[in-house]
């Protein structure tokens, strides 16, 4: 059995929710700057029992407490009880013992966001497993490269094609001994298998567990290099997914008898939406699964279900802004949204600087105007989202301030969090109540954050992975061996103990004339542009800076639309000045973020978008620098043309 959660005396009144007292964290300055910052854990350590113990846990304390719900063919949605979840755990990791799967093997698996990718995750901790995620949109070497390295015996496919596809590279996998689909009802096969292994042989495998135990192995999405496998234990995911629960509590402790929620859509593969399950599960906050982004299907799953958060990537939460202003053009009412835009944002501010210490808050007009446009604008925004969604944890990327306060003012609470897959999802995250826009929040409890004399951040804590997978030398290679890992981003510290996000170490530009440039801040900037898709900084070794720019299909559609111009094929559209002249105020405003030699002098528009299949995103929506930079050579080198 697992340590359960600990409750904590309250905080401020949030809904008349219990909450954790927060505690400020503790800094230590050099050179007159703050070099540390560390927060004391909320919770326990576990010191027994497993991931696998939770259905059953619950199961225990709540039989008949919903805990997930299973989308169904025709869009709507099914009740599971831990009861029932814990029978279907038990039943697969029966059918996997049938099989003949042995503790410590491992099992990829290879979907979608799916009821079926969280129930396969439980049943092989159930049974003893390692499990391995794959994203289903790898290559068939990449997922190839997986299986050899992590050794994997199994493989749980989403469709029937996957599976195929795979199969010129199985003489190369011979330690692959079992093949399963989802959409072929095998994890429904695998239970009826595993009717005859008595129930005992489960309790007796979930017995072998403990908290440094292997749990899951996920590999790097590879922005340079080839993938590395993170090995995660049990404690790192209890570790991160309990004092998560604790600091936020708005999200994971229920109010008022007011239902909790979460649906995930976010890839499982990635640690942030895996970390946000298991919390769920953890938490007893009902979960579903959306398998597509696609906004045709995405919508009415938001519709149907009515969470009341959600996590995303700043990606989204700009495309669902720009998405609701574009509708506001075409209906005539695009002053009034811009108005209710800055209304929000001054409201956003306000609550911050209250919350902080720093002002009073709302003002009354500022109050009146907000409860003006909330019918008008921001509950169509909520409205879009599901109608209940009061919270939203967002990372991958800095947000940026000005979104941050618009959601904040339109009624929805931005978390944001920075981390890795090397430290279990977060390293640190906005505390409720006490925001402080443009960062990503202060050391998750338990944490300590260091920045290094050339600004790299470095992380300590229990979430920290143990290593990664290295086969070849016989087991794991130490990746923090001093107990700090280094992350390769870059980053301050304030006064505080809030972090900023610079950029990445490898990715500081140092142009001819010797300055340093940060690349993240002006592409964060311009990709918030409604007519960029997206955007990579230039300039390492050059005279000056300069960017390629992508355009957004959905954005460059209404803008036609509203401009009166015909569509045209996108090679001659690159070229269209009207278009170029929008996408040069919008560079010019991204310069005043930075200093004259940090500007962008130049900037080429591209006729393609870069995309996952070509190898430019990773599966997170991260630029693959290295390839855009091979693919668009001759653009890259027009842009230094004399």
């Not at 991160?240 to 936020?248: K, S």
């Not at 599960?281 to 398998?291: D, F, K, Q, S, T």
């Not at 992380?459 to 920290?464: D, L, S």
């Not at 940060?518 to 005279?543: F, K, M, Y």
């Amino acid at each position: 059995m697992s340590t359960p959660l600990p409750s904590f005396a309250a905080s401020a009144a949030y809904d008349d929710a219990p909450g954790p007292v927060l505690v400020e964290p503790e800094t230590r300055r050099l050179d007159g700057a703050v070099r540390e910052a560390y927060v004391p854990p909320f919770a326990p350590p576990v010191t027994h029992g497993s991931l696998a113990d939770l259905p059953f846990d619950n199961a225990a304390a709540v039989p008949d407490s919903v805990v997930l719900s299973r989308r169904t063919q025709d869009g709507t949605w099914t009740d599971v009880t831990a009861t029932q979840f814990a029978d279907q755990v038990l039943a697969v990791a029966k059918g996997l013992i049938a099989e003949g799967l042995m503790p410590g093997d491992r099992l990829a698996i290879m979907a979608r966001t799916t009821y079926e990718w969280t129930l396969l995750d439980f049943a092989a901790w159930a049974a003893g497993l390692v499990t391995v995620p794959v994203y289903p949109t790898s290559s068939v070497f990449q997922v190839r490269w997986i299986l050899q390295d992590s050794g994997a015996v199994a493989l749980a496919t989403e469709t029937a094609a996957q599976a195929a596809a795979l199969g010129p590279e199985l003489d190369r996998l011979p330690d692959l001994r079992h093949m399963w689909i989802m959409e072929k009802d095998h994890v429904e096969r695998l239970a009826e298998l595993g009717r005859a292994v008595p129930d005992q042989e489960v309790a007796v495998r979930r017995g072998m567990l403990g908290p440094d135990t292997l749990a899951t192995l996920i590999y790097t999405s590879g922005t340079t290099g080839r993938p590395k496998g993170c090995v995660l234990t049990h404690s790192n995911f209890f570790a991160e997914v309990d004092n998560a629960v604790e600091l936020l509590y708005p999200i994971f402790k229920s109010r008022s008898g007011d239902e909790e929620s979460v649906l995930l859509f976010l890839p499982m593969s990635h640690v942030f939406g895996r970390m946000v399950a298991i919390a769920c599960i953890r938490a007893r906050v009902r979960l579903g699964h959306a398998p597509s982004l696609k906004a045709e299907h995405l919508l009415p799953d938001l519709a149907s279900f009515r969470p009341t958060c959600l996590l995303a990537i700043p990606y989204m939460l700009e495309k669902v802004f720009n998405t609701a202003r574009a509708k506001a053009e075409s209906g005539g009412r695009l002053s009034s949204f811009d108005r209710a835009a800055s209304v929000a944002r001054r409201y956003g501010e306000a609550l911050e600087a209250k919350q902080t210490g720093t002002g009073k808050g709302p003002s009354r007009a500022l109050r009146t105007a907000r409860a003006c446009y909330d019918p008008l604008v921001y509950r169509r925004i909520r409205n879009a989202m599901g109608g209940r969604v009061r919270h939203a944890i967002c990372g991958g990327s800095p947000l940026g301030r000005r979104l941050a306060a618009f959601y904040a003012g339109a009624g929805i609470e931005v978390y944001e969090g920075y981390g890795l897959t090397e430290t279990t999802g977060a390293a640190t995250v906005t505390p409720p109540l006490k925001p402080r826009l443009g960062t990503v929040g202060w050391p998750l409890p338990g944490t300590r954050i260091r920045i290094a004399a050339d600004g790299e951040i470095l992380i300590a804590g229990e979430h920290v992975l143990r290593g990664y997978w290295d086969p070849a030398a016989g087991g794991v290679t130490p990746a923090a061996p001093d107990g700090w890992l280094a992350t390769g981003d870059i980053g301050s510290l304030d006064d505080d103990g809030y972090l900023t996000i610079t950029g990445r170490k490898k990715e500081m530009l140092i142009t001819a004339g010797g300055k340093s440039v940060a690349p993240a801040p002006l592409e964060n900037w311009l990709r918030s542009h409604p007519l960029i898709s997206q955007c990579i900084v230039l300039g390492d070794t050059r005279p000056y800076v300069s960017a390629l720019i992508t355009l957004d299909p959905d954005g460059i559609t209404h803008w036609r639309q509203m401009n009166g111009k015909h569509p045209v094929p996108a090679e001659l559209l690159v070229d269209d000045q009207e278009l170029r002249e929008i996408l040069q105020r919008a560079v010019d405003e991204a310069n005043k973020l930075v200093s004259r030699p940090e500007s962008i002098r130049r900037f080429a528009l591209l006729p393609v978008d870069f995309t996952e299949e070509a190898g430019h995103l990773t599966p997170s929506m991260k630029l693959r620098r290295e390839f855009v930079l091979r693919d668009f050579e001759q653009e890259v080198e027009a842009l230094y043309a004399k």
